[in-house]
């Protein structure tokens, strides 16, 4: 038996729906990610080392282990302690977690790298050292960092499709569900790859527009 | 403690890195609406000196008192953080290299401070703007980022963004030392006008004519001393100390 793309429109509903949802979920832990990092690189920097520490040993749980396994810890996990969260909160938290510690990576190298005399004309102005981070460094250090944060988040999108695991009906459960219908594989998991493709040309597009938007300001 | 009657006073400032001791025993004194010049050759500690009146480069020793209140107090850390604040939304400073914001248009690197310590509404902020950039003669780059400006406009903007603050005392630290030759007198031609209307500055140089133009009093210094100050006239033409006369050649003739 060859390819037959012929059932597909009957099911592109289900898949369109399960795009929205991978969209969904990539555009929240992509938002948490990016605030999460913000706020985790302000900690790895500027927190006293009772903070920081326990930050550390949080960071090496994001950082050395399966992005799976913390995906189950956080669904299946936390129930344990009475944490019962949905599967959808639970696959923004891990995905946004995770990747706001890789994003936090980034902003941390970016904050130190910011001229000192960006600090220096801020503090002389009157601003607080918290004001000048704010107002000053901290922008300057996200800015440069848009290309690889950009980078992270296409990676995000990629592993949104773990959240599967969990029951999340996204672009992947939902192609497999299709397929378990119709007992086609290789032509769902194409159109699945094609609308992961579409998203991902989309998020592109979006970097691209960000980045010429603040190529004026360097 | 002491009766304060000087505008600017810094008695016996003392800075060390280390075992380097970079500024040794140093008294200043500024009037209101005075020019001071100060020279010497690179590493005698003149920035250091400049930056320890706002407390950019706290001293190790010694008294920087403003306007009748000290600078350099010693408070509890949180409630020196909130003088020290204070004090610095006085004093204007302006630097080398210009360290304009570059993510922000040149309307909000003048407005951001203002905005943001003094609380004032968008309108005012817009009107205090195009007040400060008019003055420097930058009113037409308005929104324009840095990165999109020469050298001298560059100064120009930094100026008009200390001036925002409304400063009573302004520090220039070799404003004019990174631009091409061409663009020097555009800047040059700011801090005039600021002398002209009596502003207090006290400007780091390493221009000896415009020194000689606009200061009212110029310090020689060397190696963390004030090595020899008087009116510019004495110092350029006439100084007492052979150290000065050596400096002074030795610049004229680097620059010729
Ligand atoms: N943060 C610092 N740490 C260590 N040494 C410093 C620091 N800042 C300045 N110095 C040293 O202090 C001395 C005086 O420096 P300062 O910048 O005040 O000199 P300057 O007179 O402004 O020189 P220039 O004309 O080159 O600007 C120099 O020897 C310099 O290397
Ligand atoms: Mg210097």
Redesign the pocket.
């Given at each position: 038996m060859g390819l037959d793309f012929t059932v597909v429109p009957g099911f592109m509903d289900i898949i369109l729906l399960g795009a929205l949802w991978t969209v969904a979920i990539t555009v929240a832990s992509a938002v948490l990610s990016f605030f999460g990092g913000i706020f985790f690189a302000v900690i790895a920097l500027y927190t006293h080392w009772t903070v920081r520490l326990p930050f550390k040993a949080f960071e090496w749980l994001f950082m050395g282990t399966p992005l799976l396994l913390q995906l189950f810890l956080i669904y299946f996990g936390l129930v344990q302690i009475g944490i019962d969260l949905p599967a959808f909160v639970a696959g923004v938290v891990g995905l946004g977690l995770h990747f706001a510690v890789y994003n936090s990576e980034l902003i941390q190298t970016a904050i130190i790298a910011v001229d000192k005399g960006q600090m220096e004309a801020a503090r002389t102005l009157g601003l607080s050292r918290g004001e000048a981070l704010r107002k000053v460094v901290i922008p300057q250090a996200v800015r440069d960092v848009i290309p690889p944060i950009g980078n992270n988040m296409i990676a995000l999108l990629k592993d949104s499709a773990l959240v599967s695991v969990i029951g999340v009906s996204e672009l992947t459960l939902s192609a497999q569900r299709v397929i378990g219908k119709t007992y086609r594989p290789f032509e769902f998991y194409l159109v699945a790859a094609a609308v992961y493709y579409v998203i991902n040309l989309c998020m592109e597009w979006v970097q691209r527009r960000i980045e010429r938007r603040i190529a004026l300001s360097r | 403690m002491t009766e304060e009657k000087h505008f600017v006073e810094i008695r016996h400032a003392k800075?060390s890195?280390?075992t380097?001791e970079?500024?040794k025993d140093i008294n200043l004194t500024v009037e209101r609406g005075q020019i001071v010049g100060?020279i010497?050759?690179?590493?005698?500690?003149?920035?250091?000196?400049?930056?320890a009146i706002n407390d950019l480069?706290p001293l190790s020793g010694g008294e920087v008192w403003l306007d009748g209140v000290q600078v350099n107090k010693s408070l509890p850390h949180r409630q020196y953080e909130k003088h020290i604040n204070a004090m610095r939304q006085q004093v204007g400073m302006v630097f080398?290299h210009f360290n304009l914001f570059p993510h922000l248009t040149v309307r909000d690197n003048v407005t951001m401070a203002p905005k943001l310590l003094k609380g004032i509404s968008n309108d005012e902020a817009e009107t205090l703007a195009r007040e400060q950039l008019e003055h420097v003669g930058m009113l037409e780059k308005i929104d324009a980022f840095p990165s999109q400006l020469s050298g001298g406009q560059k100064q120009r903007v930094a100026i008009a963004r200390a001036l925002a603050m409304k400063p009573k005392l302004m520090l220039f630290?070799?404003a004019t030392?990174a631009l091409d030759p061409e663009l020097v007198e555009e800047v040059n031609q700011v801090m005039k006008k600021l002398a002209e209307e009596h502003m207090t500055m006290i400007i780091?140089t390493?221009e000896m004519d415009f020194a000689a133009s606009v200061c009212d009093r110029v310090l020689f210094?060397e190696k963390?001393v004030v090595v020899e100050e008087g009116p510019p006239e004495v110092i350029f033409k006439n100084p007492e100390k052979q150290r000065t006369r050596e400096f002074l050649r030795k610049h004229i003739e680097g620059a010729a």
């Open positions: - | 800075k890195f280390g380097l970079v500024l100060i010497g050759s690179s590493g005698s500690g003149k920035s250091t000196l400049l930056r480069d080398q630290d070799e030392s780091v390493h210094m963390g």
